[in-house]
T-cell receptor, first 110, second 114 residues
């Protein structure tokens, strides 16, 4: 069963704008991760945030985690056409396995 | 995709035939995973391995078996392929499990069962 559920399912923005994607989950977690998948490729790890962290940055990426609401958000600032991809959140539920959401399709228009 | 290869990359087969997909890593990571990706379902775990000869089932293991005789190789076998197993299959590896675990994915194998 899917743990993480991303929202929205699809997002289309103009280059230079910020993109915000959300993930909600159901049970307690060790950590939450975000991955990117370009068309026809495997997933690539973007960022990991632990359950005792509230915010983390990596370049143009900002991830927040609210364990009381069981939700996370991924913000991509100053988006570029190359950010066009599918984005997945994945949760680690204390059992050594990651559970992935269904993904968000981000389109960045030049 | 560095350090992880999958073979074949594309395969078309007939219903009822056996199929084996191979994942090979050069990272010496302990954990290896097989996922399938289907529209509307995201990634779902089929089987995983936590060491040589140590494997366990994932969420959608029916119709699949795995073997790991060497650290670097993890094989996924469809004993008798069905059309519902048409999918894109991804192998992943990780050094750790649990807190701090990051998975690294292979390029995928697109399997079509006619």
């Amino acid at each position: 069963s899917q743990q993480g559920e991303e929202d929205p399912q699809a997002l289309s923005i103009q280059e230079g704008e910020n993109a915000t994607m959300n993930c909600s989950y159901k049970t307690s977690i060790n950590n939450l991760q975000w991955y990117r998948q370009n068309s026809g490729r495997g997933l690539v790890h973007l960022i990991l945030i632990r359950s005792n962290e509230r915010e983390k940055h990596s370049g143009r990426l900002r991830v927040t985690l609210d364990t009381s609401k069981k939700s996370s958000s991924l913000l991509i600032t100053a988006s570029r056409a190359a950010d066009t991809a599918s984005y997945f959140c994945a949760t680690d539920e204390h059992n050594s396995k990651l559970t992935f959401g269904k993904g968000i399709t981000l389109s960045v228009r030049p | 995709d560095a350090g992880i290869t999958q073979s074949p990359r594309h395969k078309v087969t007939e219903t009822g035939t056996p199929v084996t997909l191979r994942c090979h890593q050069t990272e010496n990571h302990r954990y290896m995973y097989w996922y399938r990706q289907d529209p509307g379902h995201g990634l779902r775990l089929i089987h995983y391995s936590y060491g040589v000869k140590d494997t366990d089932k994932g969420e959608v293991s029916d119709g699949y078996s795995v073997s790991r005789s060497k650290t670097e190789d993890f094989l996924l076998t469809l004993e008798s392929a069905t059309s519902s197993q048409t999918s894109v299959y991804f192998c992943a590896i990780s050094e750790l499990a649990g807190v701090g675990d990051t998975q690294y994915f292979g390029p995928g194998t697109r399997l079509t069962v006619l």
